[in-house]
Protein backbone atom coordinates (compact mmCIF):
# COMPACT_ATOMS: atom_id res chain seq x y z
CA UNK A 1 0.00 0.00 0.00
CA UNK A 2 2.95 2.45 0.86
CA UNK A 3 4.84 1.69 -2.11
CA UNK A 4 1.45 2.55 -4.30
CA UNK A 5 0.95 5.64 -2.62
CA UNK A 6 4.47 6.47 -3.62
CA UNK A 7 4.00 5.61 -7.03
CA UNK A 8 0.50 7.52 -7.38
CA UNK A 9 1.99 10.60 -5.64
CA UNK A 10 4.95 10.47 -8.13
CA UNK A 11 2.46 9.89 -11.38
CA UNK A 12 0.62 13.28 -9.46
CA UNK A 13 3.71 15.28 -9.15
CA UNK A 14 4.87 14.57 -12.52
CA UNK A 15 1.70 15.90 -13.88
CA UNK A 16 1.87 18.77 -12.09
CA UNK A 17 5.77 19.56 -12.84
CA UNK A 18 4.52 18.96 -16.77
CA UNK A 19 1.73 21.40 -16.66
CA UNK A 20 3.61 23.85 -13.92
CA UNK A 21 1.21 23.47 -10.90
CA UNK A 22 4.23 22.80 -8.61
CA UNK A 23 5.78 26.23 -9.34
CA UNK A 24 3.99 30.06 -9.27
CA UNK A 25 6.48 31.75 -11.59
CA UNK A 26 5.91 29.86 -15.07
CA UNK A 27 9.11 30.81 -15.61
CA UNK A 28 11.70 28.26 -17.74
CA UNK A 29 14.56 29.31 -16.04
CA UNK A 30 13.09 28.91 -12.21
CA UNK A 31 11.48 25.63 -13.04
CA UNK A 32 14.07 23.78 -14.55
CA UNK A 33 17.79 25.18 -12.38
CA UNK A 34 21.07 23.28 -12.80
CA UNK A 35 20.39 21.42 -9.56
CA UNK A 36 18.94 21.96 -6.15
CA UNK A 37 21.31 21.60 -3.51
CA UNK A 38 19.61 19.92 -0.07
CA UNK A 39 21.72 20.25 3.00
CA UNK A 40 21.67 18.24 6.40
CA UNK A 41 22.80 14.96 8.36
CA UNK A 42 20.44 12.27 8.21
CA UNK A 43 21.57 11.94 4.27
CA UNK A 44 24.38 10.70 5.97
CA UNK A 45 23.57 8.41 8.69
CA UNK A 46 23.94 4.74 8.00
CA UNK A 47 20.11 4.13 8.67
CA UNK A 48 19.27 6.51 6.68
CA UNK A 49 21.43 7.08 3.57
CA UNK A 50 19.59 4.61 1.37
CA UNK A 51 15.98 6.16 1.80
CA UNK A 52 17.68 9.83 1.00
CA UNK A 53 19.24 8.62 -2.10
CA UNK A 54 16.02 6.99 -3.22
CA UNK A 55 13.58 10.17 -2.02
CA UNK A 56 16.24 12.61 -4.69
CA UNK A 57 16.67 9.68 -7.21
CA UNK A 58 12.84 9.57 -7.29
CA UNK A 59 11.92 12.97 -7.16
CA UNK A 60 14.54 13.44 -10.29
CA UNK A 61 13.09 10.88 -12.49
CA UNK A 62 9.35 12.83 -12.40
CA UNK A 63 10.65 16.77 -12.16
CA UNK A 64 13.85 16.91 -14.46
CA UNK A 65 15.44 18.49 -11.40
CA UNK A 66 19.02 17.27 -10.24
CA UNK A 67 18.78 17.18 -6.24
CA UNK A 68 22.67 17.52 -4.60
CA UNK A 69 23.01 16.73 -0.95
CA UNK A 70 25.21 18.16 0.90
CA UNK A 71 25.61 16.53 4.35
CA UNK A 72 27.26 16.73 7.78
CA UNK A 73 26.98 14.63 11.20
CA UNK A 74 24.18 16.79 13.32
CA UNK A 75 26.63 18.09 15.84
CA UNK A 76 28.75 20.04 13.27
CA UNK A 77 24.81 21.01 10.96
CA UNK A 78 24.47 24.36 12.30
CA UNK A 79 27.87 25.41 12.11
CA UNK A 80 28.47 24.01 8.77
CA UNK A 81 25.44 25.87 7.22
CA UNK A 82 26.25 28.92 8.54
CA UNK A 83 30.10 28.89 7.18
CA UNK A 84 28.54 28.00 3.99
CA UNK A 85 25.94 30.87 4.19
CA UNK A 86 28.88 33.09 5.08
CA UNK A 87 30.86 32.01 1.94
CA UNK A 88 28.03 32.56 -0.63
CA UNK A 89 28.04 28.43 -1.75
CA UNK A 90 24.21 27.55 -3.17
CA UNK A 91 21.90 26.26 -0.80
CA UNK A 92 18.48 25.81 -2.11
CA UNK A 93 16.77 23.38 0.86
CA UNK A 94 17.82 22.64 4.22
CA UNK A 95 16.72 19.86 7.24
CA UNK A 96 16.95 21.17 10.64
CA UNK A 97 15.57 20.26 14.12
CA UNK A 98 14.45 22.82 16.65
CA UNK A 99 18.07 24.14 17.89
CA UNK A 100 19.51 24.53 14.41
CA UNK A 101 16.30 26.29 13.29
CA UNK A 102 16.87 28.63 16.00
CA UNK A 103 20.18 29.30 14.85
CA UNK A 104 19.72 29.87 11.53
CA UNK A 105 17.00 31.61 11.96
CA UNK A 106 18.55 34.44 13.85
CA UNK A 107 20.60 34.97 10.78
CA UNK A 108 17.86 36.55 8.81
CA UNK A 109 18.69 34.22 5.76
CA UNK A 110 15.64 31.93 5.63
CA UNK A 111 12.75 32.62 3.21
CA UNK A 112 9.10 33.30 4.49
CA UNK A 113 7.34 29.55 3.45
CA UNK A 114 3.61 31.55 3.66
CA UNK A 115 4.63 33.41 1.10
CA UNK A 116 6.15 31.19 -1.21
CA UNK A 117 3.25 28.20 -0.36
CA UNK A 118 0.19 30.09 0.75
CA UNK A 119 -1.60 30.18 3.82
CA UNK A 120 -4.51 27.75 1.81
CA UNK A 121 -1.42 24.91 1.53
CA UNK A 122 -0.06 25.26 5.02
CA UNK A 123 -3.28 25.45 7.02
CA UNK A 124 -4.86 22.40 5.15
CA UNK A 125 -1.84 20.20 4.95
CA UNK A 126 -0.53 20.53 8.46
CA UNK A 127 -1.63 21.09 12.02
CA UNK A 128 -1.68 24.31 13.91
CA UNK A 129 0.48 23.31 16.62
CA UNK A 130 3.13 21.65 13.83
CA UNK A 131 3.42 25.15 12.15
CA UNK A 132 4.10 26.86 15.45
CA UNK A 133 6.95 25.44 15.99
CA UNK A 134 8.59 26.16 12.44
CA UNK A 135 7.61 30.37 13.29
CA UNK A 136 10.08 33.04 14.22
CA UNK A 137 9.58 36.41 14.64
CA UNK A 138 6.01 35.77 13.71
CA UNK A 139 6.75 34.85 10.14
CA UNK A 140 7.01 30.39 9.13
CA UNK A 141 10.45 30.07 7.98
CA UNK A 142 9.88 26.62 8.59
CA UNK A 143 7.82 23.25 7.34
CA UNK A 144 7.08 20.44 9.66
CA UNK A 145 8.52 17.05 8.55
CA UNK A 146 7.98 14.71 11.19
CA UNK A 147 7.86 15.07 14.98
CA UNK A 148 8.20 12.41 18.19
CA UNK A 149 10.16 12.34 21.10
CA UNK A 150 13.59 11.23 21.90
CA UNK A 151 12.78 8.35 24.25
CA UNK A 152 14.43 5.50 25.96
CA UNK A 153 14.66 2.86 23.57
CA UNK A 154 15.00 -0.87 24.56
CA UNK A 155 15.43 -4.60 23.02
CA UNK A 156 12.73 -7.07 24.61
CA UNK A 157 14.41 -10.24 23.68
CA UNK A 158 17.58 -9.27 25.96
CA UNK A 159 14.97 -8.22 28.91
CA UNK A 160 13.13 -11.07 28.70
CA UNK A 161 16.65 -13.40 28.75
CA UNK A 162 17.59 -11.34 31.76
CA UNK A 163 14.23 -12.13 33.29
CA UNK A 164 11.81 -9.14 32.77
CA UNK A 165 9.18 -9.49 30.65
CA UNK A 166 7.84 -5.90 31.28
CA UNK A 167 9.50 -2.99 31.15
CA UNK A 168 11.47 -1.00 34.82
CA UNK A 169 9.12 2.23 35.64
CA UNK A 170 11.07 3.15 38.40
CA UNK A 171 15.03 4.26 38.50
CA UNK A 172 14.88 1.51 41.49
CA UNK A 173 13.78 -1.25 38.59
CA UNK A 174 15.84 0.34 36.08
CA UNK A 175 19.08 -0.22 38.17
CA UNK A 176 17.86 -3.74 39.10
CA UNK A 177 17.21 -4.46 35.48
CA UNK A 178 20.29 -3.15 34.26
CA UNK A 179 22.25 -5.16 36.89
CA UNK A 180 20.10 -8.30 35.83
CA UNK A 181 21.50 -7.68 32.31
CA UNK A 182 24.96 -7.40 33.06
CA UNK A 183 24.84 -10.84 35.09
CA UNK A 184 23.30 -12.56 32.28
CA UNK A 185 25.69 -11.41 29.80
CA UNK A 186 28.73 -9.20 30.47
CA UNK A 187 29.46 -8.12 26.77
CA UNK A 188 26.17 -6.38 26.84
CA UNK A 189 26.16 -2.65 27.16
CA UNK A 190 23.06 -1.94 29.92
CA UNK A 191 22.81 1.27 28.99
CA UNK A 192 24.49 2.90 26.10
CA UNK A 193 23.63 6.83 27.59
CA UNK A 194 25.57 9.58 25.48
CA UNK A 195 28.79 10.24 27.93
CA UNK A 196 30.19 12.19 24.80
CA UNK A 197 29.64 15.09 22.36
CA UNK A 198 26.94 17.02 22.41
CA UNK A 199 24.19 14.48 22.68
CA UNK A 200 25.70 13.61 25.89
CA UNK A 201 24.44 17.31 27.28
CA UNK A 202 21.00 15.85 25.91
CA UNK A 203 20.67 12.66 26.81
CA UNK A 204 21.29 14.26 30.95
CA UNK A 205 18.44 16.99 30.44
CA UNK A 206 15.78 14.24 30.85
CA UNK A 207 17.78 12.48 33.81
CA UNK A 208 18.12 16.08 35.28
CA UNK A 209 14.30 16.57 34.88
CA UNK A 210 13.44 12.82 36.71
CA UNK A 211 15.46 13.56 39.62
CA UNK A 212 13.50 16.92 40.21
CA UNK A 213 16.22 19.71 38.84
CA UNK A 214 16.95 21.10 35.04
CA UNK A 215 19.55 23.25 33.87
CA UNK A 216 17.55 26.57 33.80
CA UNK A 217 14.97 28.37 35.85
CA UNK A 218 11.83 29.77 34.53
CA UNK A 219 13.31 32.97 34.56
CA UNK A 220 16.59 32.20 32.34
CA UNK A 221 18.70 32.05 35.47
CA UNK A 222 21.17 28.57 35.66
CA UNK A 223 19.49 26.08 38.33
CA UNK A 224 21.84 23.22 38.59
CA UNK A 225 20.76 22.39 42.18
CA UNK A 226 21.60 20.18 44.67
CA UNK A 227 19.26 17.18 42.73
CA UNK A 228 21.46 17.88 39.81
CA UNK A 229 24.33 16.57 41.62
CA UNK A 230 22.48 13.88 42.76
CA UNK A 231 21.94 12.89 38.79
CA UNK A 232 25.22 13.18 38.81
CA UNK A 233 25.82 10.77 41.44
CA UNK A 234 24.01 8.23 39.91
CA UNK A 235 25.72 8.57 36.31
CA UNK A 236 28.70 7.89 38.57
CA UNK A 237 27.05 4.71 40.37
CA UNK A 238 26.32 3.45 36.66
CA UNK A 239 29.61 3.85 35.20
CA UNK A 240 31.08 1.92 38.62
CA UNK A 241 28.80 -0.87 38.12
CA UNK A 242 29.78 -1.09 34.90
CA UNK A 243 25.94 -0.44 33.32
CA UNK A 244 27.52 2.44 30.88
CA UNK A 245 30.36 2.86 29.83
CA UNK A 246 32.56 6.82 28.60
CA UNK A 247 33.05 7.34 24.80
CA UNK A 248 29.60 6.39 24.06
CA UNK A 249 27.73 8.56 21.78
CA UNK A 250 24.78 8.51 19.24
CA UNK A 251 26.51 6.42 16.87
CA UNK A 252 28.29 4.12 18.93
CA UNK A 253 25.06 3.20 20.81
CA UNK A 254 23.04 3.39 17.12
CA UNK A 255 25.62 0.20 16.35
CA UNK A 256 25.59 -1.52 19.55
CA UNK A 257 21.88 -1.42 19.74
CA UNK A 258 21.33 -2.95 16.05
CA UNK A 259 23.94 -5.29 16.63
CA UNK A 260 22.38 -6.77 19.53
CA UNK A 261 25.35 -5.78 21.63
CA UNK A 262 23.47 -3.22 23.89
CA UNK A 263 19.92 -3.42 25.96
CA UNK A 264 18.89 0.94 26.52
CA UNK A 265 19.90 3.99 25.16
CA UNK A 266 17.97 7.29 24.01
CA UNK A 267 16.92 7.92 20.65
CA UNK A 268 14.56 9.05 18.43
CA UNK A 269 11.95 6.88 15.93
CA UNK A 270 15.02 6.64 13.42
CA UNK A 271 16.67 3.97 14.99
CA UNK A 272 14.22 1.92 13.28
CA UNK A 273 16.27 2.15 10.29
CA UNK A 274 19.36 1.43 12.10
CA UNK A 275 17.82 -2.09 13.24
CA UNK A 276 16.08 -2.99 9.75
CA UNK A 277 20.09 -1.85 7.69
CA UNK A 278 21.24 -4.71 10.14
CA UNK A 279 18.97 -6.97 8.57
CA UNK A 280 15.66 -7.26 10.72
CA UNK A 281 12.55 -7.17 8.83
CA UNK A 282 10.29 -3.69 9.34
CA UNK A 283 7.39 -6.23 10.87
CA UNK A 284 10.14 -7.53 13.03
CA UNK A 285 11.50 -4.49 14.70
CA UNK A 286 9.27 -4.24 17.75
CA UNK A 287 10.88 -7.61 18.45
CA UNK A 288 14.14 -6.31 19.02
CA UNK A 289 13.76 -2.44 19.47
CA UNK A 290 10.75 -0.49 21.19
CA UNK A 291 10.32 2.59 23.17
CA UNK A 292 9.22 3.09 26.18
CA UNK A 293 8.59 6.06 28.89
CA UNK A 294 11.53 6.88 31.23
CA UNK A 295 11.87 5.51 35.00
CA UNK A 296 10.32 7.80 36.93
CA UNK A 297 12.19 8.66 40.78
CA UNK A 298 9.05 7.73 42.49
CA UNK A 299 5.67 5.98 41.39
CA UNK A 300 3.30 8.10 40.23
CA UNK A 301 6.01 10.65 39.12
CA UNK A 302 5.34 12.12 35.26
CA UNK A 303 8.21 10.09 32.41
CA UNK A 304 10.56 12.37 31.20
CA UNK A 305 11.49 12.94 27.83
CA UNK A 306 12.57 15.37 25.00
CA UNK A 307 10.82 16.61 22.10
CA UNK A 308 12.34 15.65 18.93
CA UNK A 309 11.50 17.49 15.58
CA UNK A 310 12.46 17.85 12.00
CA UNK A 311 11.64 20.18 9.61
CA UNK A 312 12.60 22.10 6.41
CA UNK A 313 13.56 25.26 5.63
CA UNK A 314 14.42 27.19 2.32
CA UNK A 315 16.74 30.03 2.24
CA UNK A 316 16.46 33.73 0.95
CA UNK A 317 19.57 33.65 -1.25
CA UNK A 318 18.08 30.59 -3.29
CA UNK A 319 17.45 31.17 -7.23
CA UNK A 320 15.31 27.96 -6.94
CA UNK A 321 12.93 28.72 -4.48
CA UNK A 322 9.13 27.51 -6.55
CA UNK A 323 11.91 24.21 -7.26
CA UNK A 324 12.85 23.69 -3.85
CA UNK A 325 9.08 24.58 -2.43
CA UNK A 326 8.13 21.56 -5.38
CA UNK A 327 10.92 19.07 -3.44
CA UNK A 328 9.71 20.37 -0.17
CA UNK A 329 5.94 19.27 -1.22
CA UNK A 330 7.13 15.93 -2.75
CA UNK A 331 9.03 15.03 1.13
CA UNK A 332 5.95 15.70 2.76
CA UNK A 333 3.52 13.98 0.54
CA UNK A 334 1.90 10.88 1.83
CA UNK A 335 3.35 8.40 -0.43
CA UNK A 336 7.23 9.62 0.06
CA UNK A 337 5.96 10.35 3.91
CA UNK A 338 4.58 6.93 4.33
CA UNK A 339 7.57 4.94 2.69
CA UNK A 340 10.17 6.93 4.62
CA UNK A 341 8.54 5.97 7.90
CA UNK A 342 8.07 2.01 7.14
CA UNK A 343 11.79 2.41 6.61
CA UNK A 344 13.22 4.50 9.16
CA UNK A 345 9.92 4.84 11.85
CA UNK A 346 9.76 8.89 10.73
CA UNK A 347 5.77 10.13 12.02
CA UNK A 348 4.57 11.93 9.17
CA UNK A 349 2.92 15.13 9.97
CA UNK A 350 0.56 15.88 7.72
CA UNK A 351 -2.88 16.03 8.65
CA UNK A 352 -3.86 12.82 5.98
CA UNK A 353 -0.81 10.94 6.73
CA UNK A 354 -1.13 11.00 10.41
CA UNK A 355 -4.46 9.99 10.61
CA UNK A 356 -4.08 6.57 8.42
CA UNK A 357 -4.21 4.01 9.52
CA UNK A 358 -0.77 2.75 8.75
CA UNK A 359 0.28 5.45 11.11
CA UNK A 360 -2.32 4.98 13.76
CA UNK A 361 -1.98 1.15 13.90
CA UNK A 362 2.21 0.83 14.01
CA UNK A 363 2.98 -0.66 17.01
CA UNK A 364 6.70 0.37 16.99
CA UNK A 365 5.16 4.19 16.77
CA UNK A 366 2.84 3.87 19.69
CA UNK A 367 5.65 3.68 22.41
CA UNK A 368 7.32 6.65 21.18
CA UNK A 369 4.40 8.87 21.19
CA UNK A 370 3.42 7.20 24.73
CA UNK A 371 6.45 9.35 25.73
CA UNK A 372 5.70 12.23 23.47
CA UNK A 373 2.96 13.12 25.16
CA UNK A 374 4.85 14.19 28.38
CA UNK A 375 7.93 15.68 26.55
CA UNK A 376 9.60 18.67 26.50
CA UNK A 377 12.20 20.59 24.59
CA UNK A 378 15.80 20.70 25.03
CA UNK A 379 16.36 23.12 27.62
CA UNK A 380 19.05 25.27 25.06
CA UNK A 381 16.15 24.82 21.58
CA UNK A 382 15.83 28.13 21.21
CA UNK A 383 19.45 29.42 22.56
CA UNK A 384 21.75 30.75 19.46
CA UNK A 385 24.81 29.49 21.95
CA UNK A 386 22.81 26.07 22.41
CA UNK A 387 26.25 24.32 21.71
CA UNK A 388 28.32 26.19 23.84
CA UNK A 389 25.89 25.27 26.40
CA UNK A 390 25.93 21.61 26.04
CA UNK A 391 29.69 21.35 25.61
CA UNK A 392 30.08 23.33 28.88
CA UNK A 393 27.75 20.37 30.54
CA UNK A 394 29.21 17.74 28.72
CA UNK A 395 32.74 18.26 29.68
CA UNK A 396 32.10 18.57 33.32
CA UNK A 397 30.24 15.83 33.26
CA UNK A 398 33.00 14.08 31.46
CA UNK A 399 35.05 14.97 34.31
CA UNK A 400 32.79 13.64 36.94
CA UNK A 401 32.74 10.49 35.48
CA UNK A 402 36.50 10.28 34.73
CA UNK A 403 37.21 10.84 38.38
CA UNK A 404 38.96 14.17 37.49
CA UNK A 405 36.32 15.99 39.52
CA UNK A 406 33.34 15.41 42.31
CA UNK A 407 29.80 15.58 41.41
CA UNK A 408 29.49 18.83 43.62
CA UNK A 409 32.87 20.25 42.05
CA UNK A 410 31.41 19.13 38.34
CA UNK A 411 27.58 20.94 38.63
CA UNK A 412 28.91 23.83 40.31
CA UNK A 413 31.62 23.86 37.45
CA UNK A 414 28.59 23.82 34.90
CA UNK A 415 26.83 26.30 36.43
CA UNK A 416 29.67 28.67 37.24
CA UNK A 417 30.51 28.00 33.54
CA UNK A 418 27.72 28.61 32.12
CA UNK A 419 27.04 32.13 34.01
CA UNK A 420 29.89 33.36 32.70
CA UNK A 421 29.50 32.48 29.31
CA UNK A 422 25.98 34.30 29.14
CA UNK A 423 26.95 37.26 30.65
CA UNK A 424 30.13 37.58 28.46
CA UNK A 425 27.99 36.64 25.45
CA UNK A 426 25.37 39.90 26.79
CA UNK A 427 28.37 41.99 27.42
CA UNK A 428 29.16 40.69 23.45
CA UNK A 429 32.78 39.99 24.30
Same mark, same amino acid.
Given at each position: ??????????????????? *?? *????????????????????????????????????????????????????????????????? *????????????????????????????????????????????????????????????????????????????????????????????????????????????????????????????????????????????????????????????????????????????? *??????????????????????????????????????????????????????????????????????????????????????????????????????????????????????????????????????????????????????????????????????????
Amino acid at each position: MKRALAVAFCILFAGSMVF *GG *GSKDNNAAEQTPAQLVWAGWSGNEESSRDIFTKMRAQFESVSGIPVSWVGWTWAETAQQLLIRLQ *GGEQLDIAQVDIGIFNTIANTGTLADLTEIFGKDYLNSTFEQSSLDVGKFEGKQLALPWSMASISLVYNPEILKKAGWNTVPVTVAEFEQCLADIKAMDSSIVPYGVSTKSATAAGDLMPWLWTFGSSVFNADGSVNLDAKAVETVKWYQKLLAFGYIKMDIGRGEARQLFAQ *GKMAFYDDAVVVKGQVVSSGVSPEEVVNVCSAMPRPVLNAGDQPQSTMWRHMLVIFNASKNKDSAADFAKYLVSDGIALEYFEKNGMPPVTKSAAASDVVKNDSYLNGFLESTVTAKLDETAWMTNANEIKSIITEELQAALVGQKTAENAVAAMKSRINSYNIMQVQGV
